[in-house]
């Protein structure tokens, strides 16, 4: 999803809605759900209705665009920061 916002950002962030409706609009709410119901199945004790939108927050074209095109960071930090903050999340891995 990160790599596929930062290769279409011009056209992400011109799709963005004005602030009133940013976490209203139906393709939002749709993202935000199936995130909620995989953080369910990942932490079921957790408050996942929450803990959506900050997961969500870092797949934002314009933060990605500020990240990358006015900070210089590479797409590849963001991603291992991305990994890294759902890995935090989720918890560890199950032993095996």
Request: overall charge negative; proline content about 10%; some cysteine.
């Given at each position: 999803?990160?790599?596929?916002?930062?290769?279409?950002?011009?056209?992400?962030?011109?799709?963005?809605?004005?602030?009133?409706?940013?976490?209203?609009?139906?393709?939002?709410?749709?993202?935000?759900?199936?995130?909620?119901l995989?953080?369910?199945?990942?932490?079921?004790?957790?408050?996942?209705?929450?803990?959506?939108h900050?997961?969500?927050?870092?797949?934002d074209?314009?933060?990605?665009?500020?990240?990358?095109?006015?900070?210089?960071?590479?797409?590849?930090?963001?991603?291992?920061?991305?990994?890294?903050?759902?890995?935090?999340?989720?918890?560890?891995?199950?032993?095996?």
């Amino acid at each position: 999803m990160l790599r596929r916002t930062s290769e279409e950002l011009e056209l992400q962030l011109a799709a963005e809605p004005e602030a009133g409706r940013r976490f209203t609009s139906p393709p939002r709410r749709v993202l935000r759900h199936h995130v909620t119901l995989l953080l369910r199945e990942a932490v079921p004790d957790a408050d996942c209705e929450v803990l959506a939108h900050p997961l969500m927050a870092q797949l934002d074209p314009a933060l990605i665009h500020h990240l990358i095109r006015q900070c210089g960071m590479p797409l590849e930090r963001l991603e291992a920061a991305w990994l890294d903050l759902v890995d935090r999340v989720t918890g560890p891995p199950p032993v095996r």
